[in-house]
C-alpha cells in the first residue's frame, strides 16, 4: 500500500480520492482554522495545523506521495 502526505489540505478534498483508491494517509497539513475543523471531522489521519514555513521535515513521517 502506498503513503501520502498532503500539503495544502484545504478540507481534504484531494486526500479522499487517494484512500478511495487505496492509499493511505498518513499526515496533512493546512493552515485555514475553519478548513481544520472542516478536516477533523472527515478524518483520523495526523492534521499539522500550522503555516507551511514553519514545517520541520524531520517532523514527517516519510511518505510515497506528496500532494499539494
Known amino acids: 500500500m502506498y503513503t501520502v502526505g ?10 479522499l480520492g487517494f484512500e478511495g483508491n487505496g492509499f493511505k494517509v498518513l499526515w496533512a497539513n493546512e493552515f485555514d ?5 472542516t478536516y477533523r471531522s472527515n478524518f483520523n489521519h495526523r ?3 500550522q503555516d ?4 520541520e521535515v524531520k517532523d514527517l ?3 510515497d ?3 499539494a
Open 6 to 15: 498532503g500539503l495544502f489540505a484545504g478540507v481534504g478534498g484531494i486526500e
Open 33 to 37: 482554522k475553519d478548513a481544520c475543523n
Open 47 to 49: 492534521l499539522i495545523e
Open 52 to 55: 507551511i514555513h514553519t514545517l
Open 61 to 63: 513521517s516519510p511518505v
Open 65 to 67: 506521495v506528496i500532494t
